[in-house]
T-cell receptor
Framework: KNQVEQSPQSLIILEGKNCTLQ??????????LRWYKQDTGRGPVSLTI?????NTKSNGRYTATLDADTKQSSLHITASQLSDSASYIC??????????????FGKGTHLIIQP | DTAVSQTPKYLVTQMGNDKSIKCEQN?????MYWYKQDSKKFLKIMFS???????INETVPNRFSPKSPDKAHLNLHINSLELGDSAVYFC????????????????FGPGTRLTVT
């Protein structure tokens, strides 16, 4: 059964600090992995999308890494800002299903940045 | 210039009623989706439509029916509403389906918070 596990479930850090969120998956065959940011009361917004051959991808202060061998991904946030407070969702796409029927969602990490 | 829009933003209704949520995308995408996000913030996909054809239909009650009058719209109709239907419903769209890479990126709407009393 395809699964995506995210950790920690929630995280509180001080403004300006760095943090790393984890995503482990068992989705097979693997197509791509996405990280979304969801602000409270808003729809998810894409941060990064990585395919099998990509090990790292950055989007401003967000850097995602992917180890397809160990089936792990991380999202590193540098110099956190108050606006980074949100839920971060890891989504893995299976190659066989393609589109939406091949997507497996994690339950998200709720990040709170304190001043 | 909103990419994916939904109406209404909030919907409060009583059990047993029938209601619809509308979704429109102006991105020219071929595929649209409906998601349900429960109180624990877990996103679950309900339907997707590609070029007016239903391509997946997860195990949701048949009280839920997606209707797509054209490629830019995918409305969600719900019959005989139940308390457990209370959630936030998100519409999303993507350029294509079945491809890995940027073309498969999904863009989400702002959500509709449905409360059934």
């Amino acid at each position: 059964k395809n699964q995506v596990e995210q950790s920690p479930q929630s995280l509180i850090i001080l403004e300006g600090k760095n943090c790393t969120l984890q995503c482990n998956y068992t989705v097979s065959p693997f197509s791509n992995l996405r990280w979304y940011k969801q602000d409270t009361g808003r729809g998810p917004v894409s941060l990064t999308i990585m395919t099998f051959s990509e090990n790292t991808k950055s989007n401003g202060r967000y850097t995602a890494t992917l180890d397809a061998d160990t089936k792990q991904s991380s999202l590193h946030i540098t110099a956190s800002q108050l606006s980074d407070s949100a839920s971060y969702i890891c989504v893995v796409s299976a190659a066989a299903g393609g589109g939406a029927d091949g997507l497996t969602f994690g339950k998200g990490t709720h990040l709170i940045i304190q001043p | 210039d909103t990419a994916v829009s939904q109406t209404p933003k909030y919907l409060v209704t009583q059990m047993g009623n029938d209601k619809s949520i509308k979704c429109e995308q102006n991105l020219g995408h071929d595929t649209m989706y409906w998601y349900k996000q429960d109180s624990k913030k877990f996103l679950k996909i309900m339907f997707s439509y590609n070029n007016k054809e239903l391509i997946i239909n997860e195990t949701v009650p048949n009280r839920f029916s997606p209707k797509s009058p054209d490629k830019a719209h995918l409305n969600l109709h719900i019959n005989s509403l139940e308390l457990g239907d209370s959630a936030v419903y998100f519409c999303a769209s993507s350029q294509d389906v079945g491809l890995a890479g940027a073309e498969d990126e999904q863009y989400f709407g702002p959500g509709t918070r449905l409360t059934v009393t």
